[in-house]
């Protein structure tokens, strides 16, 4: 039993709490403010502390189904409709609806006369009205300090706002209490010491010209919560939190490929390519063509079915479709397809924190495969570097979360190779191209390699670069024993070799018809020596058998003289002399 | 800015004051500001006056009405401009100053 209650008491222990609706605030808080309790939003004039309590207020009503009580000290009812109508905000409907109610709070001090102790019972009067009357579960209190304004007694206005917020944790109301700090202090006039569960500071700070805004908790009780300050962006959409995760390294790994878009430059990379998620810096003297390169990437994404974003800081983005149009792109189709989308910004418009929170949002927005920034070189422009590098780690560290591969472009300003850090970010890139100038014999080449490339076979060849009517394209350069050899000189080159493999082929075929001709001339001496050898054989032939008849004739010529003389007759004696005269 | 001498009822001895005391409940400082307004009215306004006494926690939706915020609370809405006086009542001087009897 004792056990079981035990885990009860756990239980009950943990704290509730209310989502804002903000983006990227509840993340921050670990999941919004403290259900229950009251919040102090401080901050200087016009960081957005009406806006972020009006935003708490209307987005509970609308999304959330706890209605919400507004009680403003600065601005009527009317006003306060119109200033947040712009961010979308239908503040009428929802009154209407009974979903919000709006109680402008007015006091001028010159109407009003102390005339011995009071209270603010008028106030709670008003409030709990208020609250009973729609059931509200959220509250704003913007700005009470108006009240030290216009009455003059600190002593009883301090007694009646501790025992207000008291009142408000009893009445179980998720409130915020926004405050303008000065002083030094959070809050003018101490409120910190009365709220003391979440006090949240906001910041609107200009630095070299540039303003940011951040936010940041001073404290949460009872809960875990971020502790940086973080970028915050109000725009048309309201206000967003950048949350800047810790940076941790357990992003997921892919070890699918995605093409570069330059044939030749993915059979530099192992024959396919990036990793996807991964993050690829190309950085390269001015007019080295990285802008080119980043097209193709993103060109080859859209062709496969890719979504891409293009965030341009340099260039407008019509500049780059006519320019790319130029080496065979056609952008406009895959604009109209819906995978491309350009975002274009002066960096100089706003801090690098904002930038970044824009970069975000718009990323969430469009949900994109591949992103471009082309080029970060001109984001310090708005910073320094050492804030700049923060920028972007924390930048890669979301895309890769976010499984995106990146393409960041970068100006070198220096052509040392072994100098050359990058913004710094060289280290934090998974792949690395350079494009370099190569001046020889009077021209300027590009040249391109592969500095590092990590978890691939890559090529450690310098290629040379062409820019040609239908993209780009890599050629190998020409090591001869003159040297490296690029643009015309490897032309050149090129041609000299051509013509020496035709007066080479020429000269074969020279040497091939003469060894026909000898050929031809010996098999017709040898079929003449063989007729010769043949009529010589036959002349001997003859005289051969010539001898044979002679000595057959004479054999029987001396038989017939011997059959003679031994007196025998023969048959026909009177033939053989004939013969023999005959012969 | 010009102002209408009727509106200031500068010569006019019998002008009516139009107040009203806005009290929460019986607290200590609504009990002391009702006592002490009835005080006051009696020894200077004579029956010169019209002084209506409204518990806010009675008649709620008055409370957005007059802009209620510290409570004991009385507006005195004639003669001349509206004047809102809080607290207890009990510093008579500056009562009196607020109503323009002085």
Redesign the interface.
């Known amino acids: 039993m004792s056990k079981k209650e035990t885990k009860n008491n756990i239980q009950h222990r943990v704290l509730e709490k209310t989502p804002t609706g903000i983006s990227g605030l509840d993340e921050i808080t670990g999941g919004g403010l403290p259900k229950g309790r009251p919040t102090l939003v401080c901050g200087g004039a016009g960081c957005g502390k009406t806006l972020l309590s009006t935003e708490f207020i209307v987005k509970g009503a609308a999304e959330f189904n706890e209605p919400g009580v507004f009680m403003a000290f600065e601005e009527t009812a009317d006003e306060l409709a119109t200033n947040v109508a712009s961010l979308g905000f239908d503040l009428q409907k929802l009154q209407k609806e009974n979903r919000l109610r709006i109680?402008h709070?007015?006091?001028e001090r010159n109407?009003?006369?102390?005339?011995?102790?009071?209270?603010?019972?008028?106030?709670f009067?008003?409030l709990n009205?208020a609250i009973d009357s729609i059931g509200a579960k959220r509250v704003v209190l913007d700005t009470i300090e108006n009240?030290f304004a216009?009455?003059t007694n600190i002593a009883i206005l301090r007694a009646e706002l501790r025992r207000l917020f008291h009142w408000l944790k009893e009445k179980g109301v998720t409130a915020i209490i926004t405050a303008e700090s000065g002083d030094g202090k959070l809050t003018r006039h101490g409120l910190e010491e009365y709220v003391s569960d979440c006090v949240i500071l906001l910041d609107h700070r200009i630095i070299d010209q540039v303003s940011t805004r951040r936010m940041r908790i001073v404290k949460y009780r009872g809960s875990i919560h971020g502790t940086n300050e973080y970028p915050f962006l109000i725009d048309e959409n309201g206000l967003s939190v950048l949350p800047v995760t810790s940076l941790n390294l357990e992003k997921n790994a892919s070890s699918e490929r995605i093409p570069t878009g330059i044939k030749a430059l993915d059979g530099m990379l192992g024959g396919k390519g990036f990793y996807k998620g991964s993050s690829i810096l190309v950085s390269g003297t001015a007019g080295t063509g990285k802008t080119s390169i980043a097209a193709h990437f993103a060109n080859q994404a859209c062709n496969d079915g890719r979504r891409c974003l293009y965030f341009a800081f340099e260039e407008s983005p019509r500049q780059i479709i006519r320019n790319m149009k130029s080496i065979g792109m056609q952008f406009g189709r895959h604009i109209d397809g819906g995978l491309l989308k350009f975002y274009a910004s002066r960096p100089t418009l706003y801090g690098l924190e904002m930038h970044l929170v824009t970069i975000h949002k718009l990323i969430r927005e469009f949900k994109p495969e591949v992103v471009v920034l082309d080029p970060i070189t001109n984001l310090i422009t708005v910073g320094v570097l050492s804030d700049v590098k923060s920028m972007l780690i924390r930048l890669i560290d979301f895309l890769q979360n976010e499984g995106i591969t990146v393409m960041f472009t970068a100006l070198a300003l220096n052509t040392v190779v072994g100098d050359q850090t990058d913004e710094g970010i060289s280290s934090l890139v998974d792949t690395w191209l350079l494009v370099r100038d190569i001046e020889s014999n009077g021209e300027r080449n590009r040249g391109l390699y592969i500095i590092k490339s990590r978890g691939m076979k890559h090529s450690n060849q310098v290629r040379e670069f062409v820019i040609t009517d239908n993209g780009l394209d890599l050629v190998d350069v020409y090591l001869g024993p003159q040297g490296i050899l690029t643009g015309s000189a490897r032309e050149a080159q090129q041609i000299t070799e051509r013509t020496g493999v035709a007066l080479h082929d020429y000269e074969v075929d020279a040497k091939d018809r003469e060894i026909g001709r000898r050929r031809k001339v010996l098999e017709a001496k040898v079929l003449s020596l063989q007729s010769e050898f043949e009529s010589a054989e036959e002349e001997l032939n003859k005289i051969y058998l010539q001898e044979e008849l002679k000595k057959q004739v004479s054999e029987k010529a001396r038989q017939e003289m011997l059959r003679l003389r031994r007196g025998e007759r023969g048959e026909e004696p009177t033939v053989e002399p004939k013969k023999k005269s005959n012969e | 800015m010009t102002i209408a001498a009727t509106e200031l009822n500068w010569d006019e001895d019998d002008q009516l004051y139009v107040l009203r005391l806005?009290v929460?409940g019986t607290?200590p400082?609504s009990v002391?500001?009702v006592s002490?307004i009835k005080r006051i009215c009696k020894n200077h306004l004579k029956d010169n006056y019209d002084l209506e006494i409204v518990d806010?926690?009675q008649q709620?939706?008055k409370?957005?009405e007059d802009?209620?915020?510290?409570?004991?609370?009385?507006v005195k809405k004639a003669p001349g401009q509206?004047?809102?006086?809080?607290?207890?009542?009990?510093?008579e001087e500056?009562?009196l100053?607020?109503l323009g009897v002085y």
Do not use: C, F, H, W
């Open positions: 109680d709070v007015q006091i109407q009003i006369e102390e005339t011995g102790a009071y209270d603010l019972e008028g106030l009067i008003r009205y009240l216009g009455l | 806005y929460a607290s400082n002391r500001a002490n806010v926690y709620l939706e409370a957005g802009q209620l915020i510290a409570l004991p609370l009385l509206v004047r809102r006086l809080v607290g207890d009542m009990s510093d500056k009562v100053k607020g």
